[in-house]
Antibody, heavy 117, light 108 residues
Framework: QVRLQQSGPGLVKPSETLSLNCSVS????????WSWIRQSPGKGLEWIGY???????NYNPSLKSRVAISVDPSKNRFSLTLHSVTAADTAVYYC???????????WGQGTLVSVSS | SYVVTQPPSVSVAPGKTARMTCGGD??????VHWYQQKPPQAPVLVIS???DRPSTIPERFSGSSSGNMATLTIRRVEAGDEADYYC???????????FGGGTKLTVL
């Protein structure tokens, strides 16, 4: 069974950098789309971006200038970096393995990240 | 950029059929997934690739997509189906993903 385990701080100061990791177990990190998705309090889901096997990335245009997603195949882990955060970046952040034509989607447990001084 | 539109709310009586729509330009040519979310839990995939149902999802759930509209249909609605439902669209032209604003399903 594929399992995604998120780690990272729950509190970040304004103007600083948010960093989260997502460790994958029960399956290889290769040949899938791995996304980060967030949900602000009381709001809907927002796709942040994805990384694909080989390192190809694509980002939400509204966040593209501040975001980077990377992968470390040796650790079966991928990561999110969001620079220059503001209170508007306060949200629950999820890491996700996107569904394929023959397999389900898999979500991490979610991390509430608050941006506050 | 591509815009995806969902009605904010849908209400249905138990035992009836709920239909939730997801609108977008030529959405019938794009890949659509549907998620169910019961806050504060993480979303659960209920329909993938327009009309595929994961094995853990009841047969009462189905999807369709054509033209400018994709639809999630839930037959014989139960109280436990009350949740927020999000469509996720893969726009092949930009190779990006996006969500609709979500529909809150209320079971009367």
């Amino acid at each position: 069974q594929v399992r995604l385990q998120q780690s990272g701080p729950g509190l970040v100061k304004p103007s600083e950098t948010l960093s989260l990791n997502c460790s994958v177990s029960g399956g290889s990190i290769g040949s899938y789309y791995w996304s980060w998705i967030r949900q602000s309090p009381g709001k809907g889901l927002e796709w942040i971006g994805y990384i694909y096997f080989g390192g190809r990335t694509n980002y939400n245009p509204s966040l593209k200038s501040r975001v980077a997603i990377s992968v470390d195949p040796s650790k079966n882990r991928f990561s999110l970096t969001l620079h220059s955060v503001t209170a508007a970046d306060t949200a629950v952040y999820y890491c996700v393995r996107e569904p394929t034509s023959h397999d389900d989607a898999y979500w991490g447990q979610g991390t509430l990240v608050s941006v506050s001084s | 950029s591509y815009v995806v539109t969902q009605p904010p709310s849908v209400s249905v009586a138990p035992g009836k059929t709920a239909r939730m729509t997801c609108g977008g330009d030529n959405i019938g040519s794009k890949t659509v997934h549907w998620y169910q979310q019961k806050p504060p839990q993480a979303p659960v995939l209920v329909i993938s690739y327009d009309n595929d149902r994961p094995s853990t999802i009841p047969e009462r759930f189905s999807g369709s997509s054509s033209g400018n509209m994709a639809t999630l249909t839930i037959r014989r609605v139960e109280a436990g189906d009350e949740a927020d439902y999000y469509c996720q669209v893969w726009d092949s032209s930009s190779d990006q993903l996006m969500f609709g604003g979500g529909t809150k399903l209320t079971v009367l």
